[in-house]
C-alpha cells in the first residue's frame, strides 16, 4: 500500500513545553556547568625550571623574528642583527639546558612516577565530569521520554536518517523527517558547540569532542614540555631553526621600503 507523501501527526503542545524546551535547557546548563566544573578540576601548572623556560623561550624569539621576515617592522641593519646573534647562540648551543647523564645501570623511566600519574588522574577526572552527565541525562530520557515524538523537521532528508533522528520509535513507515526524544537529545549533544562558543568563548569545555588533552593525558601524550620519551630534542630543533632563519633573510622585506613614495601616491602627489 502507498504511503502518503506526508504524514500529519498533531502532537500536544505539552510536549513542546514539558520536553522539547526543558531538554534543550538541560544540556545547555549541564555544559556550562561541565566547564566551569572542568576549570576548577584542571592542576595549576607545574613550575620548569630557568634553564628549560629560557630553552624555550629563546627558540620561540627566534620562531617570532623568522615570521615576521616577510614583512619585518625591523630595520635590515637591525633585522641582520637579530638574525646573525640568533644563528650562532641557536648553533653553539648557548641556550640549551644542561643535560642530566644518567648512570649505566639506570634504566628506563618509569611511566608511574608522580608526573605521570598526576597527569593520568587529570585526564580520568576530565572524562568522568564528560561522561557522567552524559549517561545519567540519556537514562533519564531513556526512561521517561522514550518514545516520545517531540517535533519535525522543516526540510526534507532521505531515508539514511531514520536511524538518527527516530531510533528509539520502533514505526518503520514513520517519516524520516520526525524527531524522537532520545535523538532530539544526541542532536543537542553534538550540535550546541556553536551555542557554547557565543556562552564560553571559543576554548571552552562544554562539549566532549573540545577536551582533546584529557584524551592526550590518559594515553600518557597529555604531558606537555615534562621530561619523558616524548619530550621534543632542543638540539635538533636549534640546528633546524638556524637553517630557517637563514632561509627567512632571503624573504625579507622592510616595511618602511619606499614608505614616502607610497604616502604621497596615496594622497595623489606623485
Given at each position: 500500500m502507498a504511503l502518503k507523501a506526508e504524514q500529519d501527526l498533531y502532537l500536544d503542545p505539552s510536549i513542546r513545553d514539558w520536553v522539547l524546551i526543558p531538554i534543550t535547557l538541560i544540556m545547555v546548563l549541564v555544559g556550562v556547568l561541565r566547564h566551569y566544573v572542568t576549570l576548577l578540576l584542571n592542576s595549576?601548572?607545574?613550575?620548569?625550571?630557568?634553564?628549560?623556560?629560557?630553552?624555550?623561550?629563546?627558540?620561540?624569539?627566534?620562531?617570532?623574528?623568522?615570521?615576521?621576515?616577510?614583512?619585518?617592522?625591523?630595520?635590515?641593519?637591525?633585522?641582520?642583527?637579530?638574525?646573525?646573534?640568533?644563528?650562532?647562540?641557536?648553533?653553539?648551543?648557548?641556550?640549551?639546558?644542561?643535560?642530566?647523564?644518567?648512570?649505566?645501570d639506570e634504566g628506563p623511566a618509569?611511566?608511574?612516577?608522580?608526573?605521570?600519574?598526576?597527569?593520568?588522574?587529570?585526564?580520568?577526572?576530565?572524562?568522568?565530569?564528560?561522561?557522567?552527565?552524559?549517561?545519567?541525562?540519556?537514562?533519564?530520557?531513556?526512561?521517561?521520554?522514550?518514545?516520545?515524538?517531540?517535533m519535525r523537521l522543516p526540510f526534507p532528508l532521505t531515508a539514511g536518517f531514520k536511524s538518527l533522528l527516530s531510533r528509539d520509535i520502533p514505526m518503520p513507515d514513520l517519516d524520516v523527517r520526525w524527531v524522537s526524544a532520545l535523538s532530539?537529545?544526541?542532536?543537542?549533544?553534538?550540535?550546541?558547540?556553536?551555542?557554547?562558543?557565543?556562552?564560553?568563548?571559543?576554548?571552552?569545555?562544554?562539549?566532549?569532542?573540545?577536551?582533546?588533552?584529557?584524551?592526550?593525558?590518559?594515553?600518557?601524550?597529555?604531558?606537555?614540555?615534562m621530561g619523558g620519551p616524548g619530550q621534543p630534542d632542543m638540539t635538533k630543533l636549534f640546528k633546524s631553526e638556524v637553517e630557517n632563519l637563514?632561509?627567512?633573510?632571503?624573504?625579507?622585506k622592510w616595511v618602511g621600503e619606499g614608505i614616502e613614495d607610497r604616502v604621497l601616491k596615496s594622497w595623489d602627489k606623485l
Amino acid at each position: 500500500m502507498a504511503l502518503k507523501a506526508e504524514q500529519d501527526l498533531y502532537l500536544d503542545p505539552s510536549i513542546r513545553d514539558w520536553v522539547l524546551i526543558p531538554i534543550t535547557l538541560i544540556m545547555v546548563l549541564v555544559g556550562v556547568l561541565r566547564h566551569y566544573v572542568t576549570l576548577l578540576l584542571n592542576s595549576p601548572p607545574k613550575k620548569q625550571p630557568a634553564a628549560a623556560v629560557r630553552e624555550q623561550r629563546a627558540l620561540g624569539r627566534a620562531v617570532l623574528l623568522r615570521n615576521s621576515a616577510p614583512l619585518s617592522p625591523l630595520h635590515p641593519a637591525q633585522y641582520r642583527s637579530f638574525s646573525t646573534s640568533f644563528a650562532s647562540a641557536l648553533a653553539s648551543g648557548e641556550y640549551l639546558k644542561p643535560v642530566v647523564k644518567k648512570a649505566d645501570d639506570e634504566g628506563p623511566a618509569n611511566p608511574f612516577d608522580n608526573g605521570q600519574m598526576d597527569n593520568m588522574m587529570d585526564g580520568m577526572k576530565k572524562q568522568g565530569v564528560m561522561m557522567v552527565p552524559n549517561m545519567v541525562i540519556m537514562q533519564y530520557i531513556n526512561v521517561f521520554f522514550s518514545g516520545f515524538v517531540l517535533m519535525r523537521l522543516p526540510f526534507p532528508l532521505t531515508a539514511g536518517f531514520k536511524s538518527l533522528l527516530s531510533r528509539d520509535i520502533p514505526m518503520p513507515d514513520l517519516d524520516v523527517r520526525w524527531v524522537s526524544a532520545l535523538s532530539w537529545y544526541f542532536l543537542n549533544l553534538f550540535g550546541l558547540n556553536g551555542v557554547f562558543k557565543l556562552i564560553l568563548g571559543s576554548n571552552n569545555s562544554a562539549v566532549d569532542t573540545r577536551d582533546l588533552s584529557a584524551m592526550a593525558s590518559l594515553s600518557g601524550a597529555g604531558g606537555g614540555m615534562m621530561g619523558g620519551p616524548g619530550q621534543p630534542d632542543m638540539t635538533k630543533l636549534f640546528k633546524s631553526e638556524v637553517e630557517n632563519l637563514a632561509l627567512a633573510e632571503g624573504m625579507y622585506k622592510w616595511v618602511g621600503e619606499g614608505i614616502e613614495d607610497r604616502v604621497l601616491k596615496s594622497w595623489d602627489k606623485l
